[in-house]
């Protein structure tokens, strides 16, 4: 075989290999090639927002244990005073708040500034149970508000009975099996509930209490 003759197999065996590869590359695949632009590429679509996290409110302020007019009034409880929690627990993280050996199912907060006093109870025969009601009471006439626990909507202690009815249209007029006045109470009875109490002949709330009993004790350590 001459040298030209060699290099001509040569040569045409690259020829058809190159025809093979090409082949291969191109003959249908569904594969891109190399050499394809970015945009013949899949594109996976990204979202075009991002839910916001949820934040406190900015107007709602933090519990002091030791300050009641920071305590928010709800059907769970008062401040860190919850309805359904342990007694002594709660007690315990209330220095201020005190419980007589001869009533220990009570724990006292004595009056602020002889303006607002409050309690709140465990079953007296459960032994160390679980808290069933707390209470605010006002001492004085020209009781505010302000002076005391209050709920989100801002109705506490001093509120007139139009703004307790404006801030809670759903709430339920009960009258009190002993005593007189009135309560207005909003939740369910038998069910954690608050209860905005009218003495009689009195134009504002002078008592505010949330309990799971079917309305607030008359007494707690009679």
Not at 29 to 40: E, G, I, L, Y
């Amino acid at each position: 075989m001459n040298g030209f003759t060699l290099r001509s197999s040569v040569t045409t065996v690259l020829v058809a290999a190159a025809l093979a590869l090409t082949g291969c590359a191109g003959g249908g695949s569904s594969q891109p090639s190399a050499s394809s632009s970015p945009s013949d590429a899949a594109v996976t679509p990204t979202p075009t927002g991002t839910a916001p996290a949820a934040t406190p409110s900015a107007t709602e302020p933090s519990a002091d244990p030791a300050d009641i007019t920071t305590w928010t009034v709800s059907e769970q409880g008062i401040g860190p005073v919850r309805i359904g929690d342990a007694f002594a627990d709660t007690a315990t993280g209330l220095p201020t708040w005190k419980v007589n050996e001869a009533c220990s199912w009570t724990a006292f907060l004595p009056a602020v500034d002889g303006s607002v006093n409050g309690y709140f109870v465990r079953e007296a025969d459960e032994g160390d149970g679980t808290i069933t009601t707390v209470a605010f009471e006002a001492l004085a006439d020209s009781v505010v508000p302000s002076d005391g626990p209050r709920s989100a909507q801002g109705i506490g202690l001093g509120s007139t009975r139009e703004e307790v009815m404006a801030a809670y249209p759903d709430a339920v007029a009960q009258t009190p099996t002993i005593g007189d006045g009135e309560y207005l109470r909003v939740g369910a009875q038998g069910s954690a509930a608050v209860y905005f109490q009218i003495r009689e002949g009195a134009a504002a709330v002078t008592a505010l209490t949330v309990t799971d009993r079917d309305e607030p004790p008359y007494e707690v350590c009679g």
